[in-house]
């Protein structure tokens, strides 16, 4: 079934410490977005890429950033993983054909605890 | 900029109808969406209102959109064990970006 796969589910790193997240889709979707969640909080987006055009939110700390090598891979790598990083991180897809309800389809999550 | 807003926690008997209310501010928003988010998984989209439209019906659920009050709900009827989760409500502005509400945590109680 073509789907927004996130590995790992989750993920545990220690203060600090460089991780990387993944992000893969089968959907052929063009635009690409990572939301990062906190308990009991909405989704916030940190970014998200048009075709190859990158798109930083204003907000998004300099320690996130992001890696699309092609179509259907998107990465998260998290330079220096402090406390309040902690969270849920989303990968969602967006075919953005201009139809009505372009949808954002999202995947499972991958819940990263810093140590 | 965009603000979204939702009461946090709905508690329900099964059998009965459950309504979902949000009220966003962003009044150029094109699209209001209803996602669903289970323990543990990304999110799910339910349902999804163009803002030109003020009634939405797709199965068990309605979606009834007050433009003027910029005011979304979702009512469910019928809500079953399953029903249980985190409703957010969604805005889409010009630019295909969302802004989510912090969520509605529905529990269904037998």
């Known amino acids: 079934d073509a789907m927004v796969i996130q590995n790992p589910r989750y993920q545990v790193t220690q203060f600090g410490k460089p991780v990387t997240l993944s992000c893969s889709q089968t959907?052929?979707?063009?635009?690409m977005y990572w939301y990062q969640q906190k308990s009991s909080q909405a989704p916030k987006l940190l970014f998200h890429y048009y075709d190859k055009d990158f798109n930083n939110e204003a907000d998004t700390p300099d320690n996130f950033q992001s890696r699309r090598p092609n179509t259907s891979f998107c990465f998260l790598d998290i330079r220096s993983p402090g406390l309040g990083d902690a969270a849920m991180y989303l990968c969602?897809?967006?075919?953005?054909?201009?139809?009505?309800?372009?949808?954002?389809?999202f995947g499972p999550g991958t819940r990263l605890t810093v140590t | 900029g965009e603000d979204v807003e939702q009461s946090l926690f709905l508690s329900v008997r099964e059998g009965d109808s459950s309504v979902i209310n949000c009220t966003y501010t962003d009044s150029s928003s094109t699209y209001l969406y209803w996602y669903k988010q289970e323990p543990g998984a990304g999110l799910q989209l339910l349902t999804y209102?163009?803002?030109?439209?003020d009634m939405k019906q797709d199965q068990r659920l309605t979606v009834l959109l007050n433009k003027k009050d910029k005011h979304l709900s979702l009512r469910i009827a019928d809500t079953q064990t399953g029903d249980s989760a985190i409703y957010f409500c969604a805005e889409r502005s010009n630019d295909y970006k969302l802004s989510f509400g912090a969520g509605t945590t529905v529990t269904v109680r037998a």
């Open positions: 959907l052929n979707h063009n635009v």
């Open positions: 969602a897809t967006s075919p953005l054909s201009g139809d009505a309800g372009d949808e954002q389809y």
């Open positions: 209102i163009f803002s030109n439209m």
